[in-house]
């Protein structure tokens, strides 16, 4: 099995930061890319950001500049720094991974169960 785990989700002010973690645990043989999404209230879930393992990044439009993904591979562990944070960007935000397990070769994507980031005007 293999789980993933978001966290630092919360209420803040239009301008403010909040930095989101996601780790990954279990059976765990190696991870490829990681990627956070997001889905607001009434709209479909859409890509934020992703890495890969070699640290290559990839952002939607409306977060350039504004959010930076990085991660942490010692500890199964991708973070999402945002920054200058906009009432649009209230959403619940995901994190998924492409893991291998171990003792198989086959890789699948998990995901966690979200965190709630509310941005107050």
């Known amino acids: 099995q293999v789980q993933l785990v978001e966290s630092g989700g919360g209420l803040v002010q239009a301008g403010g930061s909040l930095r989101l973690s996601c780790a990954a645990s279990g059976s765990i043989f190696s991870i490829n890319a990681m990627g956070w999404y997001r889905q607001a209230p009434g709209k479909q879930r859409e890509l934020v950001a992703t890495?890969?393992?070699?640290?290559?990044?990839n952002y939607a439009d409306f977060v350039k500049g504004r959010f930076t993904i990085s991660r942490d591979n010692a500890k199964n562990t991708v973070y999402l720094q945002m920054n200058s944070l906009k009432h649009e960007d209230t959403a619940v935000y995901y994190c998924?991974?492409?893991?291998?397990?171990?003792?198989?070769?086959?890789?699948?994507?998990?995901w966690g169960k979200g965190t709630t980031v509310t941005v107050s005007t």
């Open positions: 998924n991974a492409y893991v291998v397990r171990t003792g198989t070769r086959d890789g699948r994507i998990y």
């Open positions: 890495i890969t393992s070699g640290g290559s990044t």
